[in-house]
């Protein structure tokens, strides 16, 4: 094939915030697939905070990406060649593809996606990785009973604005944490939650109190920090604390900001349990299944924020630490 693969590689680890210069953009020549493989054409590309910690040296629960090779990230696409006799040419799949025009993959690395049943972003957002983590961190982890108060930060968010409704569709009442007052409409009226706290105009102690008058039973965790923080000081009797992630400290070039009010765990006998979702890769299908279910019925609600242009990768990415997208950042590759 004489077809050029336009990439992003990784060229320098980055120090706080990345820049455009921590990626070489380089034009690569397509490569051929193997026995077992298939050559995907890249349609979406996902943009997710935990690129940023991939990004880094030092042990992780996934290695880091190594200087040189391209950026990793989940992708979707469709097969234009294939090596392997489950994949047919035609057939869509997602993956870890990387930030690019073509990957090879092994055919067993990658998922077969149905887009008679959701367009390809909706498997980047609500149907793949985000929708899994907010499914199982919430079911299995923060495992909230109906009548009970949920909180999550990054409400509006890909993760947490699905963790508030799966929530809401438990019989929970849901308050979402979220930066600015149209995240917070957004929440409340296209996601049903209950009530939404600006972190950026409100006090969030004084806010939490007033909307969690007996105290938090789950906090889903997407920020770190001071959010964290402040929830800390709410927590139920028995609450469960989930830790998903901490995006405000994903840059900090100092040390990283820990929870001072953690004594609230000992005195309300509640647990914090920080997760991945990888842990669930052997439940994945279920997860897909079941919220597949509730977007066609119309109880979920999924929304993708679509940037587009490969050659933008750097600055898209950077929407997502500058508080930018509402719902799942995904990035269209032109010609798609
Ligand atoms: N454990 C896992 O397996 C797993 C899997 C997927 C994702 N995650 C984690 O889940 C979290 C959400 O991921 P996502 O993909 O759904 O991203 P996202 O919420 O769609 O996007 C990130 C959002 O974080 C908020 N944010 C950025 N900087 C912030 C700051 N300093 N303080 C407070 N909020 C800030 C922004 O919203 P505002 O405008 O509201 O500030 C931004 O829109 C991340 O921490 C991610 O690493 C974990």
Not at 73 to 80: D, K, L, R, T
Not at 307 to 319: I, M, N, Q, V, Y
Request: aromatic share 8%; hydrophobic share 45%.
């Amino acid at each position: 094939m004489d077809a050029v693969n336009h990439q992003f590689q990784l060229a320098a680890r980055p120090v706080g915030l990345p820049k455009p210069s921590d990626w070489r953009y380089v034009q690569a020549p397509v490569p051929e697939p193997g026995d077992g493989e298939v050559l995907v054409k890249i349609h979406y590309v996902s943009l997710d905070p935990a690129m940023r910690g991939w990004m880094n040296e030092g042990r992780s629960y996934i290695p880091p990406v190594g200087i040189g090779e391209v950026m990793r990230a989940f992708a979707a696409g469709e097969v234009i060649a294939s090596k392997d006799p489950d994949l047919a040419v035609g057939e869509h799949v997602g993956g870890l593809l990387g930030v690019q025009e073509y990957a090879v993959a092994s055919g067993k690395a990658v998922f077969k996606l149905d887009t008679d049943l959701a367009p390809l972003p909706v498997y980047l957002g609500a149907l793949g990785m985000p929708g899994v983590t907010a499914y199982f961190g919430l079911l299995d982890i923060g495992r909230p009973e109906r009548g009970e108060t949920v909180v999550v930060s990054g409400a509006a968010g890909a993760v947490g604005g699905l963790v508030g409704q799966i929530a809401k569709l438990k019989g929970a009442r849901v308050v979402g944490i979220a930066g600015g007052a149209e995240k917070c409409r957004h929440v409340v009226e296209e996601l049903g939650f209950d009530a939404a706290i600006d972190y950026k105009a409100q006090d969030v102690d004084a806010a939490l109190a007033a909307h969690c008058p007996k105290g938090i039973d789950v906090y889903f965790d997407n920020v770190g920090g001071d959010i964290l923080d402040a929830a800390l000081a709410h927590l139920a009797r028995h609450a469960r604390v989930v830790i998903c992630g901490a995006i405000s400290q994903y840059n900090a070039t100092g040390a990283i900001k820990g929870p001072s009010n953690y004594l609230s765990l000992l005195v309300n006998h509640a647990s914090m349990t920080g997760f991945v979702m990888s842990d669930y890769l052997d439940r994945y299908a279920e997860a897909v299944r079941e919220m597949a279910g509730w977007l066609a019925a119309g109880k979920l609600v999924s929304r993708e924020d679509i940037a587009h242009g490969l050659e933008s990768f750097p600055d898209t990415l950077l929407r997502l630490f500058r508080g930018e997208n509402t719902g799942k950042l995904v990035l269209e590759i032109a010609g798609s």
